[in-house]
């Protein structure tokens, strides 16, 4: 168990629809990142986010928006939703964020959504 | 283009049979590299980093190393049990971002 939880575990919605995915940091873990995995793209880095600033962006569409709150939890929010988001998103947290030395990131479980 | 390639795709190994994964990378200015572990269905499981050319780094039947241009996972005596999928991803530049690699997927048979 790395300390970082991921609410749901799994989601079912339909094309077009907008889903909010949820993300609690590890206790003292300042900085979260988001990750899509899809079988054919691998693990690709969404955002990162630290003490409530975006920090760093990836391949993130428009359609897709993020933001830390003051307690340091994270929401991931996916709208007009393709077939092709059909994915397991991860959420990692690591101390701080990418300042002189890399902190581990550590990945929740996941959550695995798929668009009909 | 800045990449990170793992080979091979898959690996299939007898118990007991030790053998390296590679994770070569292109980028310019590595910070740090990471091997992670995932197993089907579940989020990556932190393993090692490395920061710099010579390193080394062991963790019961893994040792993970650095050159200038490659990290290798060597297993030796592998189980079961360690049959996953292993990622590497770097750090690099003045980028906050890691860069996966596809992953190697290991399979071992008792």
């Known amino acids: 168990d790395s300390g970082v939880t991921q609410t749901p575990k799994h989601l079912i919605t339909a094309t077009g629809q907008r889903v909010t995915l949820r993300c609690s940091p590890r206790?003292?873990?300042?900085?979260v990142y988001w990750y899509q995995q899809s079988l054919d793209q691998g693990l690709q880095f969404l955002i990162q986010?630290?003490?409530?600033?975006?920090?760093a962006k990836g391949n993130i569409l428009e359609r897709f928006s993020a933001q830390q709150f003051p307690d340091l939890h994270s929401e991931l929010n996916l709208s007009s939703l393709e077939l092709g988001d059909s994915a397991l998103y991860f959420c990692?947290?690591?101390?701080?964020?990418?300042?002189?030395?890399?902190?581990?990131?550590?990945f929740g479980p996941g959550t695995r959504l798929l668009v009909l | 283009e800045d990449q990170v390639t793992q080979s091979p795709e898959a690996l299939r190994l007898q118990e007991g049979e030790s053998s390296s994964l590679n994770c070569s990378y292109t980028v310019s200015g590595l910070r740090g590299l990471f091997w992670y572990r995932q197993d089907p269905g579940k989020g990556p499981e932190f393993l090692f980093t490395?920061?710099?050319a010579g390193e080394e780094k062991e963790k019961e039947r893994l040792k993970a190393t650095l050159t200038k241009k490659e990290s290798f996972l060597h297993i030796t005596a592998p189980k079961p049990e360690d049959s996953a999928t292993y990622l590497c991803a770097v750090w690099w530049g003045a980028t906050n971002k890691l860069i996966f690699g596809t992953g190697t997927l290991l399979a071992v048979q008792p």
């Open positions: 990692a947290s690591s101390v701080d964020g990418g300042g002189v030395t890399q902190e581990t990131q550590y």
């Open positions: 206790s003292g873990d300042l900085s």
């Open positions: 490395l920061y710099s």
């Open positions: 986010y630290y003490n409530g600033e975006e920090r």
